[in-house]
C-alpha cells in the first residue's frame, strides 16, 4: 500500500516561507488524490490542502493566497509551498490520500513559527 514520508520542515519567522514535501512509495503516486493535514499542539487534525489526480487543488480557508499544493507524478513526490508564515500555521504536518486516511499516518514534520 502507498505510504508517505513527510520533509522541509523548520522553525521560521512570521513572513517567511517553507515548502514541505511528500514522497510517496509503495504504490503508483499519480493515481491517488494527496492532502496536507496539519496538527498544532492540543488540537485536532485539521485539513488544508488538497490535489486531485488531475492537478486540481483546493485549500482551507485560513491558507487560502499563502499556500500552495502541487505534484510531480515523475518523482512521488508532493508539496506545499508556505508563504507569508503565521504563529498560527505552528504544527505538524501531514500528507495522505483519502482511502488510507484510516488506517495509516506517516511520522510528519514539524513547521514552527515564532516571533
Known amino acids: 500500500q502507498v505510504q508517505f514520508v513527510e520533509s522541509g520542515g523548520g522553525l521560521v519567522q512570521p513572513g517567511e516561507s517553507l515548502t514541505l514535501a511528500c514522497e510517496a512509495s509503495?504504490?503508483?503516486?499519480?493515481?491517488?488524490?494527496i492532502h496536507w493535514y496539519r496538527q498544532a499542539p492540543g488540537k485536532q487534525r485539521e485539513w488544508v490542502a488538497g490535489?486531485?489526480?488531475?492537478?486540481?487543488?483546493n485549500y482551507a480557508d485560513s491558507v487560502t493566497g499563502r499556500f500552495t499544493i502541487s505534484r510531480d507524478n515523475a518523482k512521488n513526490t508532493a508539496y506545499l509551498q508556505m508563504s507569508r508564515l503565521k504563529p498560527e500555521d505552528t504544527a505538524v504536518y501531514y500528507c495522505?490520500?483519502?482511502?488510507?486516511?484510516?488506517?495509516?499516518w506517516g511520522q510528519g514534520t514539524q513547521v514552527t513559527v515564532f516571533s
Open positions: 495522505n490520500t483519502p482511502s488510507r486516511a484510516n488506517d495509516y
Open positions: 509503495g504504490s503508483i503516486f499519480s493515481i491517488y488524490r
Open positions: 490535489i486531485s489526480r488531475s492537478g486540481i487543488t
